[in-house]
């Protein structure tokens, strides 16, 4: 937490932490967290911020999703969509707003992808997801 928010709490503390924007609300949940002040509780958000967190979490609890796999190389897609087959989906862990979301349609489209995720989400590896047609509900 900024030393500027903790001064802050320490001064009048603060009963609840919201944001009521999306990508605030894991700032807020953390700064709930550290400042003892009431908030989404920490876990289920970074969890839902972060896609290949989620899918693991999931997985650990026996819940089925679309084959995926975090790539942390362009090879790493290639390869998922060699043994799954393509197309396939590319997206950043950690995306919001449908923003840097890619269908590759084979092997020669995966290294531009990648990049393109990497440079606008630096922190965060690109999760590739099977391609699911059907009506969507």
């Not at 400042?35 to 650990?60: F, I, W």
Request: net charge negative.
């Amino acid at each position: 937490v900024p030393d500027l928010l903790a001064s802050m709490h320490a001064a009048r503390p603060f009963d609840v932490v919201v944001s009521f924007q999306e990508l605030g609300m894991l700032n807020a949940a953390v700064a709930g967290h550290r400042l003892g002040a009431q908030s989404n509780p920490l876990e289920p958000v970074e969890l839902t911020c972060d896609k290949g967190l989620m899918r693991q979490h999931l997985d650990a609890r026996g819940i089925r999703s679309i084959p995926y796999r975090t790539a942390t190389s362009p090879e790493e897609v290639v390869e998922f969509g060699e043994r799954c087959g393509w197309p396939v989906i590319l997206k950043p862990s950690g995306g919001t707003g449908s923003k840097q979301i890619h269908k590759l349609h084979g092997p020669d489209e995966a290294a531009a992808a990648y990049a393109a995720i990497v440079k606008d989400f630096p922190n965060s590896h690109p999760i590739a997801e099977k391609y699911i047609t059907g009506p969507e509900v």
